[in-house]
């Protein structure tokens, strides 16, 4: 699951934006309506901090950003952060076609994995549409039911080049 947490840079915004989206159709009450309704305030708090739009600071705030090359710096943070966050997004969407496809190879269906997981059918359908994370032991099952190779399981170490020596 998303861990709820401050927005510190531009990386953690994305990151929030795209969850934000994943979680628009939460049922009113739930556990990922209110998870939507705390990302919507971090959001729109980050957005007033970092791009003050409509406030009668923006002139000075932009101003502020050409003196010293921020902008050059703060766009080529943005364009990091989206670059890493794609770079997750596809290894997340090719995780999941190709434990579709095992499924079909193997012939099985969707309902299957709940037996395979040991988790009902809504927590499957959360993981298999990125609502939810996957767990070691997840990856462990999937690998030994479905023979999917741990490599295509595991996020490389790229993805997380955040911890840099």
């Known amino acids: 699951m998303f861990k709820i ?10 990151k929030a934006l795209v969850q934000l989206r994943k979680l628009r159709g939460a049922e009113k009450n739930s556990d990922e309506y209110n998870l939507r309704e705390v990302l919507k305030l971090l959001i729109v708090n980050y957005e007033n901090k970092n791009y003050p739009f409509g406030n009668e600071n923006f002139e000075e ?11 050059e710096r703060k766009l080529k943070e943005i ?16 995780r999941i076609k190709i434990i579709k496809q095992k499924l079909k190879e193997k012939h099985l269906k ?19 549409h990125g609502r939810k994370k996957f767990t070691v032991q997840i990856i ?16 490389p170490v790229e993805i997380f080049n955040e911890f840099k020596l």
Request: charged share 30%; net charge negative; proline share 4%.
């Open 79 to 94: 364009e990091e952060a989206e670059k890493k966050l794609n770079n997750e997004l596809n290894f997340e969407e090719k």
């Open 61 to 71: 705030w932009a101003n502020s950003l050409q003196k010293n090359n921020l902008s």
């Open 110 to 128: 969707q309902n299957d994995l709940v037996k395979i997981i040991g988790a009902d059918k809504s927590y499957i359908s959360q993981l298999l």
């Open 5 to 14: 947490k401050p927005i510190e840079n531009e990386f953690d915004y994305e």
């Open 140 to 155: 462990s099952k999937l690998n030994h039911f479905l023979e999917i190779p741990y490599e295509l399981l595991i996020p």
